[in-house]
């Protein structure tokens, strides 16, 4: 992949939006491939809406700014469809994946004229059943991988596993539920 991908994420204080950017770039990187991952700071508290942002390519880059013409958008929380302008600036080229219960084509009156790809995964489902309780960006995570397929399915979850082996070291339950979310999420997403 020579080409930059450019994914702008959507999502509110403490549902991990930042920490779901984060864990892309250090999976991608990981692969030989040149990143970024980072937030958009402000005064964001719990419950308010947050933006982060990766930058993915195979080729040096320089660029140094927030994303304004994103080739993805993830939103990991349904209810900033009418709270933000989630569409602004995203390619009809790429897709924008949400998180809902509901099919893609129930969703995409609320995307303002947005014709592209519409994704949609039921990630408070897959992580109740997976990890006990609401944790909405792993199974967003697993879900942009593979609508994206900005790195193969095989080398993200190897990552991933190496990453929450390291990072949960001490609690292997955690692992376990983490990849059954992203691996679950990579089956369940619908594109459309």
Do not use: C
Not at 127 to 150: C, D, H, Q, W
Request: no cysteine.
């Amino acid at each position: 992949m020579s080409k930059m991908v450019e994914i702008r994420w959507h999502g509110r204080g403490g549902q991990g939006a930042k920490t779901a950017a984060l864990l892309l770039a250090d999976a991608a990187f990981s692969t030989g491939k040149y990143v970024q991952g980072f937030p958009e700071y402000g005064p964001e508290r719990m419950g308010a809406p947050i933006t982060a942002y990766n930058r993915i390519s195979g080729e040096r880059f320089t660029i140094h700014s927030n994303i304004y013409e994103p080739d993805y958008v993830v939103v990991i929380d349904e209810t900033l469809l009418s709270a933000v302008d989630v569409t602004k600036g995203l390619k009809e080229s790429g897709a924008i994946i949400i998180n809902s219960e509901k099919a893609p084509d129930q969703l995409r009156d609320k995307l303002k004229g947005y014709k592209g790809r519409v994704g949609v995964v039921d990630a408070r489902k897959i992580s109740e059943e997976t990890l006990g309780r609401y944790f909405p960006n792993t199974p967003m995570l697993g879900a942009v991988v593979k609508v994206s397929e900005i790195m193969s399915e095989e080398e993200f979850i190897v990552d991933m596993e190496s990453s929450f082996k390291h990072k949960f070291a001490d609690k292997p339950h955690v692992i376990d539920g983490n990849m059954k979310a992203i691996k679950r999420s990579m089956q369940e997403v619908q594109i459309v």
